[in-house]
């Protein structure tokens, strides 16, 4: 079993930056693909970005976050992050990351974290 611990969330106002990580512990970090979720009170949740494991070569990112958000992996800190620019206040959403899956399926994805509140203000 892979354990999640998520942090950096917090309140920003419109146009600010955030940054996510995502630690990692349990089985072998970088053989994990690691996608970040969110959910909006009321809401399902909905895919944000996903990087591949090992190298991290390949990202996929949600239309909506495409060119404001960047995932990236440390394997040496088995951490991933996610930078987040110019958001928006319909980012705010409890933000979670998974482990063991690829893409926007959410069901692929075998162990989640906790989440963390992220507030965007207008």
């Known amino acids: 079993q892979v354990q999640l611990v998520v942090s950096g969330g917090g309140l920003v106002q419109a146009g600010g930056s955030l940054r996510l990580s995502c630690a990692v512990s349990?089985?072998?970090?970088?053989?994990?693909?690691i996608g970040w979720v969110r959910q909006d009170p009321g809401k399902e949740r909905e895919f944000v970005a996903t990087?591949?494991?090992?190298?991290?070569?390949?990202?996929y990112y949600a239309d909506s976050v495409k060119g404001r958000f960047t995932i990236s992996r440390d394997n040496a800190k088995n951490t991933v992050y996610l930078q987040m620019h110019s958001l928006k206040p319909e980012d705010t959403a409890v933000y979670y990351c998974?482990?063991?899956?690829?893409?926007?399926?959410?069901?692929?994805?075998?162990?989640w974290g906790q989440g963390t509140q992220v507030t965007v203000s207008s």
């Open positions: 349990g089985r072998t970090f970088s053989s994990h693909g």
């Open positions: 998974a482990a063991g899956g690829w893409g926007e399926n959410l069901s692929a994805y075998d162990d």
């Open positions: 990087i591949s494991s090992w190298s991290g070569t390949r990202t």
